[in-house]
């Protein structure tokens, strides 16, 4: 046997693929998907993972990522700004796991020629589902009339409060982009109507267009907020909104917190200036104004529009997908275009 | 038209109260010491009754009102009626359809959305202050998931035609297989089960149905399945339910009615798994008026010898 194994040589190694072999990819901060799927991503690319050095984190870019090409970040973590980008000399890709921009610098990305991929429209399914289960709990007390059962009150106190008929509401979106349409077009089946904000007029829908938000609200009895973070849209929902949109009301936002000025709409729903809110996002998360905790109108939710399972696997996928296109100089899956 | 008794057997909506008080000579049952006692000593001018869902003529109470010619039911259910009896007895029955089904679909929708999403668990997760510690876990998505319906009535296909909006396939169980309708037919409610992913009840309460989804249909749905009940707690087998949604066997379940109202089974509060509503399917302002005027509408048409609004019998 010694003899057979003298004569037969051992068969060589298999090579071990040395992260340094695989692209690298810069992750200032691990996005919510690394939750669960990080080590897909570890064997593919060779992740430079900034949260974990006990460097600055200048220093750490200045020193480990100068050769990174690739960016992966998401809506959570530090800002993508023009510092930061000036550190990466050889960045040619952010990716985000988001489909909200309002977290990178823009202009600074056009200005160097870097593109750019986001989420597309990977869970616009998942963020229309959840305005609408938001809209409809608001409506019909859902939530709250399961706190009633649950704290035995239905034996004891009776019926809850009558809700409100949604058939028939007029629905104003504001932003028709992909996750508004599948907003309205869920809502069309419940009967609503539906009108919209938009920077610009949708040609291939024939709702009614409202060139601004304050009349889109004094014409609706609901506000579902569908659009990205800008500038422009900052507080763009305010108390003249508010009270636009009047005291039966409801407002859904499923976009950013930043898009309402909170503290008037705060202020709105504890006067009860307006009807209620279903709200998935606020200005400061993960803080949430206390006062709300007090109102039986208002839905609750942690910035969870986009955690389902499949969301998360359909983004990993996508994210990994955009990245092996760019360093095998493919088109990328989910681009960014220049508005 | 105020000499004609009308018999009210539970609370159920101040507006119509106030009405038939206004039009009519009404007793209100619920008020009375002792309720046997109080038919008897009206028996004799009592010629309509009002139930709803959680109370309804049944033969005993038809037997005592011997001038009875009209039982008018605030709800779309009847199953709280003896029907038979009251044909037999050439007494009229009506109830409330179609002005309800928007309202019941719409919440059938919004309990699939609240228990895949957990909607409720997620709100009480903010509301205790547990998000500044961490995120809330992934949830299940709605949109694209296989509805199947037993019983493709009204209520149902309002049901199918909003979850279509959400990319759903659907199929149904039915007693005959209907030949207008492009979703798919499964013949037993247990085979509907294995092929969906979200199983709704929207049929009536019969005898037949009793109990329709019993222990082998949960374990069929499985333990990623949801049961949606918006028709009556015993078309469900409720101990049953409860044992197989502690034991996992069952996904998730979003309930609007039980077996035995306003008693809720104490095991399914600590569920996150599970939705709970105190029966309130067509519990918007808007559609009880709509109910109460209906209910008014038929009475005032029968004492008036003109043809009734909605009736069944």
């Not at chain 1, 007090?294 to 942690?302: C, F, I, K, S, T």
Request: net charge negative; proline share 6%; glycine share 8%.
């Amino acid at each position: 046997m010694a003899s057979d194994q003298a004569t037969t040589p051992p068969p060589p190694p298999l090579p071990e693929i040395q992260s340094h072999d695989l692209s690298q990819v810069i992750v200032l901060h691990p996005p919510p998907v690394f939750n669960y799927f990080m080590d897909l991503f570890s064997k593919k690319f060779h992740l430079l993972k900034a949260w974990e050095s006990p460097l600055p984190l200048h220093e750490f870019l200045t020193n480990h990522a100068h050769s990174a090409q690739a960016m992966l970040c998401s809506g959570t973590g530090p800002s993508i700004s023009a510092d930061i980008i000036r550190l990466l000399p050889s960045l040619r890709l952010v990716a985000t796991t988001s489909a909200g921009l309002n977290h990178i610098d823009l202009t600074e990305c056009r200005n160097r020629g870097i593109s750019i991929a986001n989420a597309g429209e990977a869970f616009s399914e998942d963020v229309a589902d959840l305005a609408v289960g938001l809209l409809i709990d608001v409506f019909r007390k859902v939530s709250a009339s399961d706190r009633y059962v649950r704290h035995g009150l239905w034996a004891t106190k009776g019926d809850y409060p009558l809700g409100s008929k949604l058939g028939g509401k007029r629905i104003g979106i504001v932003g028709l982009g992909s996750i508004g349409f599948q907003v309205a077009k869920r809502l069309e089946a419940f009967g609503c109507n539906i009108s919209y904000n938009s920077r610009k007029r949708k040609d291939f829908v024939s709702y009614p267009f409202y060139t601004n938000v304050c009349e889109l609200a004094a014409n609706s009895d609901v506000l579902i907020i569908c659009c990205g973070l800008t500038e422009q849209t900052r507080h763009m929902i305010n108390r003249e909104v508010l009270l636009a949109l009047g005291k039966e009301g409801v407002i859904v936002n499923i976009g950013r917190g930043a898009i309402i000025h909170e503290k008037e709409l705060v202020q709105c729903l504890v006067q009860g200036e307006i009807g209620g809110a279903g709200l998935d996002v606020f200005e400061n998360e993960p803080d949430v104004p206390k006062e709300l905790f007090e109102l039986d109108n208002v839905v609750l939710a942690p910035h969870m529009a986009v955690f389902t399972t499949e969301s998360f696997e359909d983004l990993c996928d996508l994210m990994i997908g955009n990245l092996e296109a760019f360093f095998s100089k493919k088109p990328l899956l989910s681009p960014v275009m220049n508005e | 038209m105020e000499s004609i008794g009308v018999l009210m057997l539970i609370p159920m909506n101040t507006y119509l109260e106030q009405e038939l008080q206004k039009r009519y000579n009404l007793f209100k049952l619920w008020t009375a010491p002792q309720k046997p006692q109080f038919i008897k000593e009206h028996a004799n001018s009592i010629r309509a009754v009002v139930g709803n869902a959680g109370a309804g003529a049944d033969a005993e109470l038809i037997e005592a009102l011997p001038r009875l010619e009209i039982v008018s039911s605030f709800s779309v259910g009847v199953d709280k009626i003896d029907l038979a009896k009251c044909r037999e007895k050439g007494i009229r029955v009506t109830n409330t359809p179609d002005v309800l089904t928007e309202d019941v679909a719409d919440l059938a929708i919004g309990l699939m959305l609240a228990v895949l999403r957990r909607l409720c668990e997620s709100d009480r997760y903010v509301r205790s202050g547990k998000w500044k510690k961490g995120d809330y876990k992934l949830t299940t998505k709605f949109s694209g998931k296989t509805v199947g319906i037993i019983g493709l009535g009204r209520i149902g296909m309002a049901v199918a035609k909003r979850a279509e909006a959400f990319n759903c396939p659907i199929c149904y169980y039915s007693r005959t297989e209907k030949s207008d309708t492009k979703y798919k037919y499964y013949p037993s409610v247990v085979e509907l089960a294995s092929n969906c992913q979200i199983l709704v009840v929207a049929c009536p309460l019969t005898e037949e149905t009793q109990h329709i989804v019993n222990r082998e249909v949960m374990n069929a749905l499985g333990p990623k399945g949801v049961l949606i009940n918006i028709g009556r707690g015993p078309h469900v087998d409720e101990p049953e339910l409860v044992s197989a949604l502690v034991e996992g066997r069952l996904g998730g379940a979003g309930l609007d009615v039980y077996e035995h109202e306003p008693e809720v089974p104490e095991e399914l509060f600590g569920l996150e798994n599970v939705v709970l509503l105190p029966h309130v399917g067509s519990g918007t302002v808007e559609t009880r008026k709509v109910m109460a005027d209906l209910v008014l509408g038929n009475l005032e048409a029968h004492f008036l010898n003109k043809p009734l609004l909605t009736p069944l019998v």
